[in-house]
């Protein structure tokens, strides 16, 4: 199993310019995740999604949006980029039994993002 | 204050030291997780826990429910064990999303040899 892919591993944006962030997974979890890492910060949730076709606000989506048309696939849109969105960008996934019984979460590699 | 506190922020030891690395939070939890963060960026799950007590080699994770604490510990510390450790705790039913993770901010430490 190839786990939690994420691309691209790098990327330099203009102010306004809009993106794509893949993340595929391989291991047939329902729960996916997008977290953001400021430096001197703890992970902050960005959107999340439960299964195919669910997704939900986190904590931080302002400027974002996801959607998650299959089971491996979680996509995270930047529209028109902003200075602020300059950070690495985490996708991860876990298997939630009945929505309450968890299992670890596994993490892609990041997104490093910086916006100028 | 934020709701998952760890401490300290750096660490530095000498290679063979035992390490502590503390947790505290204060909302209701259903689990509490310690991940490991490498130099190049990478973040893989150490423990999942929601009582007792787990060991993997030289790493043991604790938790104390009651006292909303959790301990971190590694064994004759090693160079290779340089990375940040982060503390995360997900929230109990009926309190926002399961499996939606809080993190604290990390501790980084550093293992001299």
């Known amino acids: 199993n190839a786990g939690v892919t994420q691309t691209p591993k790098f990327r330099i944006l203009k102010i306004g310019q809009s993106m794509t962030l893949q993340c595929t997974q391989d291991?047939?979890?329902?729960?996916m995740y997008w977290y953001r890492q400021d430096p001197g910060m703890g992970l902050k949730l960005i959107y999340y999604?439960?299964?195919?076709?669910?997704?939900d606000k986190g904590e931080v989506p302002n400027g974002y949006n996801v959607s998650r048309s299959t089971t491996e696939d979680f996509p995270l849109r930047l529209e028109l980029a902003a200075p602020s969105q300059t950070s690495v960008y985490f996708c991860?996934?876990?298997?939630?039994?009945?929505?309450?019984?968890?299992?670890?979460?596994?993490f892609g590699p990041g997104t490093r993002l910086t916006v100028t | 204050k934020n709701e998952v506190e760890q401490s300290p922020q750096n660490l530095t030891a000498q290679e063979g030291e035992f390490i502590t690395i503390n947790c505290s939070y204060s909302?209701?939890?259903?689990?509490l997780h310690w991940l490991q963060q490498h130099p190049g960026g990478g973040i893989v799950s150490l423990f999942m826990?929601?009582?007792g007590k787990k060991k993997h080699g030289r790493l043991i994770a604790t938790i104390n429910i009651q006292e909303k604490h959790s301990s971190l510990h590694i064994t004759a510390s090693h160079p290779r064990d340089s990375a940040v450790y982060i503390c995360?705790?997900?929230?109990?039913?009926?309190?926002?999303?399961?499996?939606?993770?809080?993190f604290g901010k990390g501790t980084k430490l550093s293992v001299k040899p």
């Open positions: 995360a705790v997900s929230r109990a039913p009926g309190r926002g999303s399961q499996g939606n993770l809080i």
């Open positions: 991860a996934s876990s298997y939630l039994f009945d929505g309450s019984v968890e299992y670890e979460q596994y």
């Open positions: 291991m047939n979890h329902n729960y």
């Open positions: 909302v209701g939890i259903s689990a």
């Open positions: 826990l929601s009582s």
């Open positions: 999604s439960v299964g195919a076709g669910i997704t």
